[in-house]
T-cell receptor, first 111, second 114 residues
Framework: DQQVKQNSPSLSVQEGRISILNCDYT??????FLWYKKYPAEGPTFLIS???IKDKNEDGRFTVFLNKSAKHLSLHIVPSQPGDSAVYFC??????????WGAGTKLIIKP | NAGVTQTPKFHILKTGQSMTLQCAQD?????LSWYRQDPGMGLRRIHY???????DKGEVPDGYNVSRSNTEDFPLRLESAAPSQTSVYFC?????????????FGDGTRLSIL
């Protein structure tokens, strides 16, 4: 039973346009969400996070939105750049300090 | 600024052989963990340690052992490798063990067991 789901295995976006990566979760006890980015042959690197007491967090070109009632969060990248091509993982944390990861979405930015 | 260093990067083992994956961090972080990444699945935590001398089991600990004799090193041992342990293994560190803290990852060890 996957508690954190990234339903799109891959996503292709034109350079300069907006990339929207989605993540759904089932456990209402999750109170913190993190996004990581991963290039081939490298480990994941932390990108941005959001606490459940907020509905939006912004860092430069990256914005994460949280809709608690729908148990859904999304990562927006504007504008998309070639260097954004990577696998993006959503992860959810609870008070028990378990971190549950989604399976990832591969983002391809087309020139 | 090495961060988290994992060795080896690649290895092939035969079923039943033993192997130690190395993880070293130079950021003076207290918390270290091992994850495995399998196709179509998220990262799953194998074992973790909140400080030298203290280790605990994660989600998928069976078939793996860890030890933490100092702050820097956190080796992962497979005593008798099985094909189901074919995976990419990541070591990660953070200053404290709270799961809402960003972790720093090594570049991974790709392990194949025949």
């Amino acid at each position: 039973d996957q508690q954190v789901k990234q339903n799109s295995p891959s996503l292709s976006v034109q350079e300069g346009r907006i990339s929207i990566l989605n993540c759904d979760y089932t456990n209402s006890m999750f109170d913190y969400f993190l996004w990581y980015k991963k290039y081939p042959a490298e480990g994941p690197t932390f990108l941005i996070s959001i606490s459940s007491i907020k509905d939006k967090n912004e860092d430069g070109r990256f914005t994460v939105f949280l809709n608690k009632s729908a148990k859904h969060l999304s990562l927006h990248i504007v504008p998309s750049q070639p260097g954004d091509s990577a696998v993006y993982f959503c992860a959810a944390s609870s008070a028990t300090h378990q971190l549950i990861w989604g399976a990832g979405t591969k983002l391809i930015i087309k020139p | 600024n090495a961060g988290v260093t994992q060795t080896p990067k690649f290895h092939i083992l035969k079923t039943g052989q033993s192997m130690t994956l190395q993880c070293a961090q130079d950021m003076n972080h207290g918390y270290l963990s091992w994850y495995r990444q399998d196709p179509g699945m998220g990262l799953r935590r194998i074992h973790y340690s909140v400080a030298a001398g203290i280790t605990d089991k994660g989600e998928v600990p069976d078939g793996y052992n860890v030890s933490r004799s100092n702050t820097e090193d956190f080796p992962l041992r497979l005593e008798s490798a099985a094909p189901s342990q074919t995976s990419v293994y990541f070591c990660a560190s953070s200053r404290q063990g709270f799961s809402n803290q960003p972790q720093h990852f090594g570049d991974g060890t790709r392990l194949s067991i025949l």
